[in-house]
């Protein structure tokens, strides 16, 4: 059973940073996509960053120059540094990562992990 586990939320003062970091478990498939999502209380999830096995990244425009994703593929993991943290932020962080075998890709998500930023 393939397993995501995250690590890295907290509270923190808003200006601060926190660093999310998820590792991707019990699988020999190749991972292809990594990302980050997250969901505020009444709202929908959604995206907040994600990452490409070759690297390309893309970012949802709120935290663009703010947060910075990155990944090891040799490990099987994922990180988010987060930095000017805003209460907007806080939310359920998610991990999610898109498992390819043979020709089906399947998507895989952590257990999350909660960010709170105070004003």
């Given amino acids: 059973q393939v397993q995501l586990v ?3 939320g907290g509270l923190v003062q808003a200006g ?3 660093r999310l970091s998820c590792a991707v478990s019990r699988t020999s498939y190749r991972i292809d996509v990594m990302g ?7 709202k929908q999830r959604e995206l907040v960053a ?3 096995s070759g690297g390309s ?3 949802a425009d709120s935290v663009k120059g703010r947060f910075t994703i ?3 593929n040799a490990k099987n993991t994922v990180n988010l540094t987060m930095n000017s ?3 907007e932020d806080t939310a359920i962080y ?3 990562a898109v498992l390819v075998v043979v020709t089906w890709k399947y998507d895989y998500w952590g257990q999350g992990t909660q960010v709170t930023v105070s004003s």
């Fill in 6 to 8: 995250e690590s890295g």
């Fill in 16 to 18: 601060g940073s926190l």
């Fill in 36 to 42: 980050w999502y997250r969901q505020a209380p009444g």
């Fill in 50 to 52: 994600v990452i490409t």
């Fill in 57 to 59: 990244t893309d970012y």
């Fill in 70 to 72: 990155s990944r090891d």
């Fill in 85 to 87: 943290l805003k209460p």
């Fill in 94 to 96: 998610y991990c999610k």
